[in-house]
């Protein structure tokens, strides 16, 4: 492995005196989101590997090459998982991408965002120096929290290596139930549910119908299912439909048309939004599935506190992500410079600075 | 003094409270890390952001260097006044300016004391989770500095788990908006590195917390080990069981004794070891875990297991726990905590090697830590009055600490770095990582004004305490008094 580092730092150099942009990717998976794509492919996938599990350690450390498919099924074993379940977007998603995209699943509003569980990082700057930063602790606080800074930065602050995290057992009871609620009455649900000590660990609205996810100690589950009613999900349908969510594969996630993400305030009343929506994280997240005039749909979202990013299809040109307070992009812009001098990593994927 | 300053000060903000005669700048002239102390040039205690964003103006156009501080609880000396600086404290502005109960979230100004904030949200059946034993004075500004922990934080996570969004002012002035009422925002993740950088990135003028339901049912218990390696193997043996206790605490005979001493709290004196474990959730959850974590303790050999049976017996014991240092004042009135944090595993084995080097030392190491996080707080006892004692202290704890980089771990859990472990910061990190940590401090703050030579040394002391360390640490480092 010590090879591969060597030649990914290699080529780093290279192309940092030759001024030439890398397009660092994993699975590919992802490579619809975010700035578009310039550069040299550079493959981190032969940069694969558990390199440390111990599961009473509740910490796993692992190359960022490897998928989320061996580490899910290697910490299945254990009983353990990532707690912020991530999109799976194709079978070969790798755990460097997820980290990189900073992508959380339906268990976020609960458990916490892959950023909540990053607790170390080994990374290659753009001058392609080897640095470490965080450790393989649950706490640690010496010098500046650099990992969690990679997280979700789109590659373009340094190209991942190894990544730590801390990690945590599997619920042993999960059940899901179905309520037919109009738009407000959905909102006002989650939020008065997520505001009471209820084992909630996913809700999604769509069409009038919510879905609510319990899971945790089997009692506690049973306890809290008689206290919500609702109507019980049969026991394949419910994680089959989490997956769905999860991973977009539900077909207003399949549509060609321009994919929105709006996160709100979890308390965001609904937005008399004309074209069709589906709610995630308790209200937090609303995806838009349609054309919108961007920038009217920005100055309206943040109004009430929130940002959007055009998450799939539409013109990028518009912008992908939100665009940033004028003293907030020149941090950004100096915070790129400072770790890729000539801004050859992920160039122009991270849009908005 | 700093006459064109003050005039400064004076003619822009002529509200603004300074305090510029030596007399009463006397409490202001160290934290709680109280064997360092300095008179600044002045303190300010500015009562809106309006006026931080003046003093910040006038401190760069000056070039005067510039110290934050709240409450004064930080025990790593980061908010230690410079003698050629300004001291801004921000104790004054502590306002709760909203608590939005719908939302589960509470807006609040830097020098609300962390307990405010759950006082505020209690009506509403919700609490700010972090909370660290000095809880009822330190403030929420501080907390976000350092970020703080604090027992419940295996369970609940630290500052940077429970912080939506905070405002902070740069040294220019500007107002810079970070995080987002939603659960995310766009760019990268400024909240996240501005948790525990030290005052080093800018002055925090309010924060928007993350509040938590309170849980339904509590349960606590206390289990009694015969030796130490009991003790840690059953915590293990917790985790591993797939149970996060809310807490997850655990003290030597040493500091059992002294609680017992001082406090009465009823813990058995025959024990070596004991923990302290907090169960929360559903009444049914609890019951189940209950029943888990009685059998793993049983099994571990824990000679008692008690069940706290009521709230009062609960408080009784954390106020034991909590109040653990200051019994331990009560053995040795001048002792040195430390603050490393391993991988649970090693716990046994490092707990070991701390008893060894405190024999080889002639000094006495007591413990009382956060078990469930691998995070310790070894204590070592001196006498002030010995010429020498509190060097060896500090020598024996700078091992105590590289023991934990050693083990994979790291040299401050939650109480960050300030004065007291730049030499160790050398240790842990290679130039090539602290040289980076320099770049982004000159993003945010290009003069070097603000808490200057706190949280990351500069490289050429590393290099001088590098030759120091070949040598056999055998000279003291003057310039870093502690007790």
Known sequence: MDAIVSSISERIRDAAAAKTPLSIHGGNSKAFYGGAIVGEPLDMRPYSGIIEYEPKELVLTVRAGTTLVEIESVMDRASQMLPFEPPHFADGSTIGGTVAAGLSGPRRPYTGAVRDFVLGTRILSGKGDDLRFGGRVIKNVAGYDVSRLMTGAMGTLGVLLDLSFKVLPKPVAELTLRFEFEEAMAIRQFNEWAGKPLPISATSWFQGVAMLRLSGAAAGVKAARQKLGGELVADEAGPLFWRSVRDQRAAFFQSTAPLLRLSVPPTTMPLALMTPHWIEWGGAVRWLSGAADLSMLREKIASVGGHVTLFRHGDKADGVFNPLQPVLAKIHRELKTAFDPENILNRGRMDNF | ?483
Request: glycine share 10%.
């Open chain 2, 1 to 483: 003094m700093h006459a064109p300053l003050l005039a400064d000060f004076q003619r822009i903000t002529p509200t603004l409270k300074v305090i510029a005669d030596t007399e009463r700048l006397k409490p202001f002239e160290t934290d709680a890390f109280i064997s360092h102390r300095a008179l600044p040039l002045c303190a300010v205690l500015p009562e809106s952001e309006a006026q931080v964003v003046e003093i910040l103006k006038a401190c760069n156009a000056r070039g005067v260097p510039l110290v934050t501080r709240g409450a004064g609880t930080g025990i790593s000396g980061g908010a230690i006044p410079l003698e050629n600086g300004v001291l801004a404290v921000l104790s004054r502005m502590k306002q709760i300016l909203a608590v939005d109960p719908a939302a589960r979230t509470a807006r609040v100004q830097p020098g609300v004391a962390n307990a405010a904030v759950t006082k505020a949200a209690a009506p509403f059946g919700l609490f700010y989770a972090p909370d660290p034993s000095s809880q009822i004075v330190c403030s929420i500004g501080g907390n976000v500095a350092e970020n703080a922990g604090g027992v419940h934080c295996l369970k609940y996570g630290l500052t940077v788990h429970n912080v939506l969004r905070i405002r902070v002012v740069a040294l220019n002035g500007d107002i810079l908006e970070i995080g987002s009422a939603a659960l995310d925002a766009p760019g990268y993740d400024l909240l996240a590195l501005m948790h525990g950088s030290e005052g080093l990135l800018g002055l925090i003028t309010e924060v928007t917390v993350k509040l938590t339901p309170e849980p339904e049912y509590i349960e606590t218990l206390l289990a009694a080990f015969p030796s130490v390696t009991d003790a840690a193997n059953a915590v293990n043996s917790i985790i591993g069981a797939g149970v996060i206790p809310a807490a997850l605490e655990m003290m030597d005979k040493m500091v059992i004794n002294a609680c017992e001493k001082f406090m009465s709290a009823g813990f058995p004196l025959d024990a070596e070891a004991l923990l302290l474990i907090e169960l929360d959730g559903a009444p049914e959850e609890v019951a189940e875990y209950l029943a888990t974590v009685e059998a793993i303790l049983r099994a571990s050999h824990a000679q008692e297991i008690r069940r706290a049976c009521d709230d009062t017996e609960r408080e009784k014991l954390w106020k034991s726990r909590k109040g653990a240092f200051a019994a331990l004042a009560t053995i040795c009135p001048d002792y040195y905590t430390m603050d490393g944090t391993i991988p649970r595993r090693c716990l046994p084995e490092v707990l070991a090697r701390y008893a060894q080097l405190g024999a080889e030392f002639g000094m006495m190491i007591a413990n009382v830590f956060h078990a469930g996080d691998g995070n310790l707080h070894p204590v070592i006892f001196y006498d002030a009055a010995k010429p020498g004692e509190m060097a060896r202290s500090e020598e024996l704890g700078g091992k105590l600490l590289e023991i934990c980089i050693e083990v994979g771990g790291t040299i401050t859990g939650e109480h960050g770095v300030g004065i007291e472990k730049l030499k160790q910061m050398c240790v842990q990190f290679r130039e090539s990582e602290l040289a980076m940590f320099h770049v982004i401090k000159a993003v945010f703050d290009p003069e070097g004004l603000l808490n200057p030579g706190r949280a990351v040394p500069e490289l050429k002391r590393c290099s001088e305490w590098g030759g120091m360390h070949v040598r056999g640490g055998e000279i003291p480092r003057a310039d870093m008094p502690r007790f």
